[in-house]
């Protein structure tokens, strides 16, 4: 059982950056592909990022790439998704998920509570 908290969310003006951290508990963090995900007000949830379990592999949507970085340090069980150059389309509850040593993209079984990201413009 991953237990996911994230954070790191807020308010921000176009062309802005933030910061989200996923904080997982458990102590087999580095075994578990971690994935974003994000929800805008009336829409279905869509990916954004994952991060395989040992760093070395990443993947983005077209939306954010270029601007989104994905990373992670297993030995602080934390993932990171540093947003850069924000777009009120980027305004959504963001979430994070993991699943054990998958390659998946958008499959996954824990998920976070959310942490809003709102852009203004």
């Known amino acids: 059982q991953v237990q996911l908290v994230e954070s790191g969310g807020g308010l921000v003006q176009a062309g802005g950056s933030l910061r989200l951290s996923c904080a997982a508990s458990?102590?087999?963090?580095?075994?578990?592909?971690m994935g974003w995900f994000r929800q805008a007000p009336g829409k279905e949830r869509e990916f954004v990022s994952r991060i395989t379990w040992s760093g070395g592999s990443t993947y983005y949507a077209d939306s954010v790439k270029g601007r989104f970085t994905i990373s992670r340090d297993n030995a602080k069980n934390t993932v990171y998704l540093q947003m850069n150059s924000l777009k009120p389309e980027d305004t959504a509850v963001y979430y994070c998920a993991a699943r054990w040593r998958s390659l998946s993209i958008n499959e996954y079984d824990y998920w976070g509570q959310g942490t809003q990201v709102t852009v203004s413009s």
């Open positions: 458990g102590r087999t963090f580095n075994t578990y592909t």
